[in-house]
């Protein structure tokens, strides 16, 4: 299993931003994509996750109805749009995966598969 995040950048507090993290080798659609960020001195924590059978989506609760993630399984890509950024949500952003997880969750423990992250910046 390969995961590739991108779409990391610069904006500007108030902007937007639509990272993508592209699948591949699943043998099955059982599985979830999460989405998680570490900012500099501080620990990772979940974002959110989508389950690929069904697109029943979780969010952390500090995203407070920002961001959105959604799944093309015709390009194997999660995205998160993210919106209203603020500061805060400067970090650097990871997507991860795991297989056969009864109950998607956003706890990093419970992942497998990690792709390499990609930086966002937001400016004050």
């Known amino acids: 299993v390969q995961l590739q995040a991108s779409g990391g950048g610069l904006v500007q507090a108030g902007g937007s931003l639509r990272l993508s993290c592209a699948v591949s080798?699943?043998?099955?659609?059982?599985?979830?994509i999460g989405w998680f960020r570490q900012a500099p001195g501080k620990e990772r924590e979940g974002v959110s996750c989508?389950?690929?059978?069904?697109?029943?989506?979780y969010y952390g609760r500090f995203v407070k109805g920002r961001f959105t993630i959604s799944r093309d399984n015709a390009k194997n890509t999660v995205y998160l749009q993210m919106n209203s950024l603020t500061p805060e949500d400067t970090a650097v952003y990871f997507c991860?995966?795991?297989?056969?997880?009864?109950?998607?969750?956003?706890?990093?423990?419970?992942?497998?598969?990690w792709g390499q992250g990609t930086l966002v910046t937001v400016s004050s």
């Open positions: 991860a995966a795991v297989s056969g997880l009864r109950v998607a969750v956003i706890l990093e423990e419970f992942y497998d598969y």
């Open positions: 080798g699943f043998t099955s659609d059982d599985y979830v």
């Open positions: 989508i389950r690929n059978s069904d697109g029943s989506a």
